[in-house]
Structures are given as structure tokens and as C-alpha cells.
């Protein structure tokens, strides 16, 4: 049974894996590197309970229990130290995740799931840091986490059948929605998400239709809740980008080619 969780990384998505995580009763700790972005990540928290309780989807007694169970580090050894499951929302570099994964490893329990937020990498090329890369998976939430139902459960080629059951059982847990991806460039919805995005970015080049027409077409005639322009403003330019140069490159497939309006904006 998952009840400590410790994640790594205070930002965008952290913050909000953090959250559900306390929701979900689990004592959580949360590390960045520095004091300024840990407060700024409890700080988000915070604004998102407020948020719902204004909309009367949160009460002050869940909010206070949410908050309840967060503690804040500076340490990525203090976080992990007693976590039955860390949780990795580190920047999209693979570098930065390996070292991270590689001090995970020396201090998180022999026993601790250890898991990758990722939403494109190879999950073998972070799981080949651990000496029990058996205990790996990936756990690919989405933006803005206390909203979004879907969490990619990536296996890679060491992630045994009771890591990967353990991993679906908690995000069912967290009243989320899994889906069962291989490790592959992409996943499913990045794969899915970046050709949508980049075809969308070529028709604004084209001069095909204005950026809100476009968006519009998928949200009215595909019935998708935001359009793929609107969603690439939402992730980020800079993560569109460097998702898709990591996907056009191993894929080798020009429909992942950024576009050079993307790569100026």
C-alpha cells in the first residue's frame, strides 16, 4: 500500500502531482532545489484549493487535509528516504533526470516504486540509473493535474507485472483514469498530441485559416475540449519544441518536424 510519496519537482506538473497525491491521503513530500521554488509550488497548491472552494468543489475541511499532508524539502534525500513511491517532475532533459534518478537510488528505500512524470522519453534510459530497474515505470499525468482524469502508466522493458499493477492501482487511487502505454518515443498522446500540433502550427504558416479558426474546427468538429494551438500555448512553446525534436529525431519521421514559425515564437 502506497502512503508516503515523495515528488521531485515543485513546478508546473509537480505541484499538481503533489496535490492529488495529498488528496488522496498520502503523506507527500515535495522537493525543488531551492526554498524559493519549493514555497512557490505550496503556493500554487494553495491557490488551486482556494479556487474550489470558491466554485464549491473543495470545503475549508478538505483543503486544510490537503495541506495537511504536504511537507516541503530542499533535500531529495530527506524526501525519499521513507517513500513507498517517488515521483520524478524534473525538467524534460534526460540528463537532469538520470541525475536525479542516480541519487534516488542511493537514498529511497529498496522497496519504493520509482516513477518518471515524463511525457516523452525512454523509460529505459532512465530506469538503467537504478541497480533494481525492476521497481521503474512511468506515470505521465497531465496539465493542469487536479483537473485532468488521465494518467499514461508507461512500462518499460525491466518494469515487472507487480510495479506496473501497484502503479495503475494508485492512480486509480487518485481518481484517475489509467492508460497502459509501452515504452515508446511519444508514448500515446504525445505521439498523438505533437503531429496535431505541429500540422496545426503549419497551417498558420500556410496561411490556411486564422490560429482561433483552426482551434476552432477541432473543438466544434472534433468536439475537443481545447484546440491544439491553444494546447500548445497551455504546455509551453519551449516543451512543444523540444518534445517534437526529440520525437522527429528518433521516429525519424517528418510529421514530427517542428515548424520554423514554432522555433521563432
Sequence with gaps: MIERVAVLGAGTMGHGIAQVCAAAGCDVALYD??????SRGLGLIRGNLEKGMERGKVTEEERDAVLSHLAAT????????????????????????????????DAAPARAIIATNTSSLSIADMADTLRDPERFVGLH????????????????????????D?????????????VVVKDSPGFASSRLGIV??????????????TPQDIDKA???????????????????????????????????SEAFHPPELLRRM
Design 218 to 252: 477541432m473543438e466544434l468538429g472534433y468536439r475537443h475540449p481545447m484546440g491544439p494551438l491553444k494546447l500548445t500555448d497551455l504546455v509551453g512553446l519551449d516543451v512543444r519544441l523540444g518534445i517534437a525534436e526529440y520525437l522527429h529525431e528518433t521516429l525519424d
Design 166 to 178: 501497484a502503479a495503475v492501482d494508485f492512480v486509480r487511487r487518485l481518481g484517475k483514469e489509467p
Design 33 to 38: 532545489v531551492n526554498d524559493d521554488a519549493v
Design 141 to 164: 499525468f497531465f496539465n493542469p493535474v487536479h483537473i485532468m482524469a488521465l494518467v499514461e502508466v508507461v512500462w518499460g522493458p525491466a518494469t515487472t507485472d507487480a510495479t506496473l
Design 74 to 105: 530542499t533535500s531529495i534525500t530527506d524526501a525519499v528516504r521513507a517513500a513507498d513511491l517517488v515521483i520524478e517532475a524534473a525538467p524534460e532533459v534526460m540528463e537532469i533526470k538520470r541525475t536525479i534518478f542516480t541519487e534516488v537510488d
Design 196 to 209: 496535431l500540433g505541429m500540422e496545426a502550427i503549419r497551417m498558420v504558416e500556410e496561411g490556411v485559416a
